[in-house]
Nanobody, 124 residues
Framework: QVRLAESGGGLVQAGGSLRLSCVAS????????MGWFRQAPGKEREFVAA????????LYGDSVKGRFTISRDNAKNTLYLQMNSLKPEDTALYYC?????????????????WGQGTQVTVSS
């Protein structure tokens, strides 16, 4: 099991930026693909972004393409999500997750370890 701890959420005005971090401990972080998901009240969990074990292959949800960037630092066991041009509809609890294996995809069922989440609230 990999333990995941997200941070960096907060309240920001529309058009602003935030950078989320997710620190992993337990198994070897660099062996696994990682992803970011989010869930707004009353809605299903939504795929945001994912990367493979090295970070050189990335995927993004349609609603965040061109605004969000996923990256990782394997030496620091840390996953990042840079969020720019934030919109009120980006308001949600953001989770990082570890995928089975080293590749990446957008299927929730592929991810086996989850953090507790960090809240992002974007005001209009």
């Amino acid at each position: 099991q990999v333990r995941l701890a997200e941070s960096g959420g907060g309240l920001v005005q529309a058009g602003g930026s935030l950078r989320l971090s997710c620190v992993a401990s337990g198994r070897t972080f660099s062996n696994y693909g990682m992803g970011w998901f989010r869930q707004a009240p009353g809605k299903e969990r939504e795929f945001v972004a994912a990367c493979n074990w090295s970070g050189d292959s990335t995927l993004y949800g349609d609603s965040v393409k061109g605004r969000f960037t996923i990256s990782r630092d394997n030496a620091k066991n840390t996953l990042y999500l840079q969020m720019n041009s934030l919109k009120p509809e980006d308001t949600a609890l953001y989770y990082c997750a570890r995928r089975r294996g080293g590749s990446s995809d957008y299927y929730t069922a592929s991810y086996v370890d989850w953090g507790q989440g960090t809240q992002v609230t974007v005001s209009s």
